[in-house]
């Protein structure tokens, strides 16, 4: 695959402007989780009341590169999706409560593109995807697919929510919550290859590992899942 990144835009507690992920990028650390919410302070308090926090970090990052473009098609990509929403629905069915509605519709994974198609007034198409640890690369395969059917621009997102306390011994590849929007366009900038290959498992996620790259730390990135071996190149200067 062969693409262009126009524009990206990261988001995790305490950092958010591109410098603040320079000096991570430097000296990557875990980051304390005090249920920081990014700011959506430009859409409607009812709107925003109605957006979980991890709906909030999509619209935090894709908001603003969307609003410099026209229309375009949404990839979305989650591996643990409304963890928070969904085990709040599951304490209500083991105490007999009864479930509400508006949560059970905002807990299915593909409810946050829902809500950015209804707040945007956006009808392209857009995709929401559960992959497992290379889901960026999944999501990448799906808005290289858009592109190549002559989308002018994919814009692609991905994000995870920190676990509640009682997933937390079974989600270990969350370190803090993070969102990572890209603006995809056709170009020969970066080259994604796909051939088997096993290697060792990373420190961070590699949504986390690209923004190294995208900083300006790194030219090529490899990423290993399972019998898959990524292999991302920078070939601009």
Same mark, same amino acid.
């Given at each position: 695959m062969h693409f262009k990144i126009d524009q990206w835009r990261a988001w995790a507690p305490g950092l958010d402007s591109t410098d603040d992920w320079r000096a991570w990028c430097r000296?990557?650390?875990?980051?304390?989780?005090a249920q920081q919410q990014p700011d959506v302070g430009f859409l409607p308090a009812l709107q925003r009341r109605r957006l979980s926090r991890l709906a909030r970090?999509?619209?935090?990052?894709?908001?603003?590169?969307?609003e410099t473009q026209?229309?375009?098609p949404l990839v979305f990509a989650s591996r643990h999706g409304e963890t928070p929403r969904t085990l709040a629905l599951l304490t209500d069915l083991a105490h007999d409560e !009864? +479930?509400?509605p508006t949560q059970f519709s905002l807990s299915v994974h593909n409810a946050i593109i829902g809500q950015w198609s209804i707040l945007r007034g956006d009808s392209s198409e857009m995709t929401a995807l559960a992959?497992?640890?290379d889901g960026l690369e999944q999501a990448m395969l799906e808005a290289s697919t858009l592109l190549g059917e002559g989308a002018p621009a994919v814009l692609l997102v991905i994000?995870?929510?920190?676990?509640p306390a009682l997933y937390a011994p079974y989600i270990d590849d969350v370190p803090f919550p993070y969102a990572l929007a890209l603006l995809l366009k056709p170009g020969d900038d970066w080259q994604l290859q796909l051939r088997p290959g096993q290697g060792p498992r990373e420190q961070w996620p590699? !949504? +986390?590992?690209?923004?190294?790259?995208?900083?300006?730390?790194q030219r090529c990135l490899e990423h290993h899942w399972k019998n898959r071996q990524w292999t991302w190149s920078l070939n601009k200067a």
């Open positions: 000296a990557p650390m875990r980051l304390p989780d970090m999509l619209f935090h990052v894709a908001w603003p590169i969307a026209p229309a375009l !009864p +479930l509400s992959a497992e640890g994000a995870e929510e920190a676990a590699h !949504p +986390l590992n690209l923004l190294r790259a995208l900083c300006g730390e």
